[in-house]
């Protein structure tokens, strides 16, 4: 049945179409009430594109467009050319590191003219897709440790790409696949693994580095002691027990330094450190150089928070319940938030909107993802499930890190807020996301391979 007759009969998703517009719509309005001066001339404005929201307005149409043309494509292209665009996103980010253009330190942009492409940001899209195409695969067992690892490969090798980029932030958003593959059945104890090495990063951020070797070896020992019985039968436990410690011992005494310093930016290291009351000193000379110079543009002085964190609490709060009115938030007018009409946009909602309009912001996040789900566990194809749950990890991920930064429950790591930031990379990689979601569900009785 052509994609024309589907959306006629119905089986074209209204509520997550209708749901993508009004978020697109409250990001025009977000964008606007950062930027418009009074007296400015809003329809000169759009007409010359040379303001975000103009812009941004123009990049919705593109979009649109996109996502029409996606709607007419056939949902079996999809899973066809699943590798390719993997392969091909893969590259495109190889070559990035080469030819890129620099902004803000990060080198993942690729200029085309009218717009600035990050190939980090489209390439989830690709991910979604491959492991979509690789779990569906009839041989493949996903009970198999060669399954996960090539899954888990998939999955983060745009991570790693994107950290020799200094994109740590997007780096990050590729581990929300873990949750796809959670759903498909990879053991809990990757999981555990995980939780354990996410602890003992805390753990040495807090903990003086000596001490903490001596707890992890009093542990070690411990676990010996306890286990001596077990291990007269089986000397493996015991081989076990000291590759755990030596394993945790190397995590603290060599990567998480190296994390900090040589992959983390100062600013982004700083951050982390700032949520657990913990001051950051460069030992780098050129970063502790670069670092002082960018405190003292921002008069940040000695203080530990963030200085953009401060200015989006400030923002929030003064919105109070009800918010301060559209055009009348003194914090977001005044332009004191940096990089408030992209990572901070959340801000320009709370001051104007107030605690009731962002939590009606969240709300239709909420719905979208449930949405996504439902629609997700009705599909026949395991192809469009895993899609489908791969894109709803992608945009809880970036639902909640984004406004948990905001009020300063997260290290300010710069992602967007999906269909509500500026720009149009993210723009178009979320509607890309949910057009062909929504083109494989109006096929959602097609086994797809």
Known sequence: MPAQQKIIKGQFNKLIFGLYLLLCCIGLIAIFSV??????????????????YAKQLMFLVICLVAGFLIILTDSKFFPATANLFYAAGILLMVATIFIGKEINGSKSWIPLGFMNLQP??????????????????????????????????????????????????????????????????????YL???????VLIVAAILVEPNTLFYILSAIAVATVYLLRKSIKRNKTILLLIVGCWAFSVGIQKFA???????????????????????????????????????????????????????QSKIAIGSGGFAGKGFLKGAVTQGDF????????????????????????????????????????????????????????????????????????LAPVIGIPLPLVSYGGSSLLTFTALIFILLRLDMDRQMVLR
């Open 256 to 310: 998480v330094p190296f994390i900090f310093e040589d992959v983390f930016q100062p600013y982004q290291t700083e951050r982390v450190m700032s949520m657990f009351g913990k001051e950051y000193i460069p030992q780098d000379s050129a970063k502790l150089e670069a670092f002082i110079a960018q405190k003292a543009r921002m008069g940040k002085d000695d203080d530990v928070e963030s200085y953009n964190v401060k």
């Open 337 to 408: 938030v940096p990089e408030q009409h992209t990572d901070f946009i959340f801000t320009a909602l709370g001051e104007s909107f107030g605690f009731w309009g962002t939590t009606l912001v969240v709300i239709i996040y909420a719905l979208l993802l449930l949405s996504i789900i439902n629609v997700a566990e009705r599909q026949r194809s395991p192809f469009s499930r895993i899609y489908m749950y791969g894109v709803a990890s992608i945009f809880f991920f970036h639902v909640m890190i984004n406004i948990c930064m905001t009020i300063g």
């Open 192 to 198: 555990i693994t995980g939780i354990a090495f996410a």
């Open 35 to 52: 930027e418009h001066k009074p007296n400015a001339n809003i329809i000169q404005n759009i007409l010359s594109v040379k303001t975000n």
């Open 120 to 189: 980090a940001e489209t390439c989830k899209i690709f991910v979604a897709m491959v492991l979509g195409k690789y779990l569906s695969l009839q041989e493949t067992d996903f009970s198999k440790f060669r399954s996960h690892m090539i899954a888990v490969g998939l999955a983060l090798a745009p991570a790693v790409l994107s950290i020799l980029q200094k994109e740590t932030g997007l780096a990050l958003v590729y581990f929300c696949f873990f949750i796809v593959l959670y759903r498909e059945g990879l053991p809990a104890g």
